[in-house]
């Protein structure tokens, strides 16, 4: 990456960012797409990286600002009361599957971390990833179930899939929301779950690189920019979702995954065969 990076490329990577973070297109093919096409590394620096992330962070906490103040009140009374009688309840299986579906998540992460970088610069393995999100997310077609909460059990193979969803090319919202879906939730349910699901994870990679505070300082005004703008654009990305997911239509993105995946593994194929 450049010693520097100006406000205007950070603006736009930001807005990237903040758009493909939550539809189901997958963020970081789109934001390594768009630092090869500024001149920017694909080894763009955790620090950016982080400041982007935790300008989606905002728009999430901001959308569901509502749930998180009525699950924490509620988890307080009922943890208080009656543990057992709260988990009984939606609230309760709720937060307790966000906190259960954390754990498999984080250990794939974890897993797959020092490959994903590699794999990211492979068009052909990208190209397989948003094919896979291109079948899961046609999927909802169909519609998902009636269901407000999943079991514990049914939780864990979210966060399964979450924990998948580090590999590029393969959409966390999209996996996660489809995958949900399929086990039986509503769409509006699962688009909550799936979000609710998303903050741990983020808040945690947040905290972690506060540690590289020289980092961050040398990112400068540009940094700072790039986070707003992710905030601002992944605002209206999740708030426009919400809409297409309650309408039934969030299969509709298949049709843009689709072509862009078999784009990317058709030229891998021609390079291969035209050497």
């Given amino acids: 990456m450049p010693e520097t990076l100006d406000v205007g490329s950070a603006a736009l990577l930001g807005a990237v960012q903040g758009a493909t973070e939550f539809l189901p297109v997958s963020s970081s093919g789109h934001v390594a797409l768009t630092s090869m096409l500024l001149g920017v590394s694909a080894e763009m620096p955790l620090s950016m990286i982080?400041?982007?992330h935790f300008g989606t962070f905002l728009a999430t906490v901001g959308v569901f600002a509502k749930d998180l103040r009525l699950l924490t009140a509620r988890s307080l009374e009922g943890l208080r009361a009656d543990p057992r009688a709260f988990l009984a309840t939606d609230h309760g299986r709720t937060v307790a599957g966000v906190v259960l579906a954390s754990i498999p998540t984080a250990i794939i992460g974890l897993g797959l971390?020092?490959?994903v970088e590699a794999f990211s610069r492979v068009g052909w393995i990208v190209g397989l990833g948003l094919l896979?999100?291109?079948g899961v997310v046609w999927s909802t077609?169909?519609?998902g179930g009636g269901q407000e909460s999943l079991t514990l059990g049914r939780a864990l193979i979210v966060g399964v899939a979450q924990g998948i969803a580090v590999l590029p090319g393969v959409s966390r919202s999209g996996t996660t929301i489809a995958v949900a879906m399929m086990l039986g939730m509503s769409g509006p349910a699962a688009f909550r779950f799936s979000f609710l699901l998303s903050l741990p994870a983020v808040a945690g990679a947040t905290l972690l690189s506060l540690r590289h505070t020289e980092e961050l300082r040398a990112l400068g005004v540009a940094g700072v920019v790039g986070g707003v703008v992710s905030a601002i654009v992944g605002l209206a990305a999740l708030l426009w979702l919400r809409a297409l997911?309650?309408?039934g239509r969030f299969w509709a993105f298949a049709i843009y995954l689709l072509p862009l995946g078999l784009g990317l593994?058709?030229?891998h194929v021609y390079t291969l065969y035209s050497r």
């Fill in 141 to 143: 077609r169909r519609g």
């Fill in 132 to 134: 896979a999100s291109a």
């Fill in 113 to 115: 971390e020092s490959r």
């Fill in 265 to 267: 593994v058709g030229h």
């Fill in 245 to 247: 997911v309650n309408q």
């Fill in 50 to 52: 982080v400041l982007l």
